[in-house]
């Protein structure tokens, strides 16, 4: 079974940073995309970032852009998404999400029925 582990949310200072990570398994292919989903409470989900694993390729929201960089080790498996400047608005559970193709990169990043495998979510809560 293809499964996606997130962690390494917490609670965290405005001006904070925290790094998440996305730890995926039972995935047979190297060519997919992994995004970054959030969604705080009474609001819709919404995209962060994204990166095609096996060439590199990231996409970011605006709202995070210059703040947030997602990267990936391939030989853990695992994408990380490291978040500087943290603002209260950043408080939400984040989601980790797997497209089957890359593509989705260039094409509609933060479209969720791009995304075949969804991890648990892992609370971020940022105090002001």
């Known amino acids: 079974d293809v499964q996606l582990q997130a962690s390494g949310g917490g609670l965290v200072q405005a001006g904070g940073s925290l790094r998440l990570s996305c730890a995926v398994s039972g995935f047979p292919f190297d060519d997919y995309a992994i995004a970054w989903f959030r969604q705080a409470p009474g609001k819709e989900r919404e995209g962060v970032s994204c990166?095609?694993?096996?060439?590199?390729?990231?996409k970011y929201a605006d709202s995070v852009k210059g703040r947030f960089t997602i990267s990936s080790d391939n030989a853990k498996n695992t994408v990380y998404l490291q978040m500087n400047s943290l603002k209260p608005e950043d408080s939400a559970v984040y989601y980790c999400?797997?497209?089957?193709?890359?593509?989705?990169?260039?094409?509609?990043?933060?479209?969720?029925?791009?995304?075949?495998?969804w991890g648990q979510g892992t609370l971020v809560t940022v105090s002001s």
């Open positions: 999400a797997l497209a089957l193709s890359s593509l989705v990169v260039l094409t509609t990043p933060y479209s969720a029925s791009e995304y075949h495998y």
């Open positions: 990166i095609d694993v096996s060439d590199g390729i990231t």
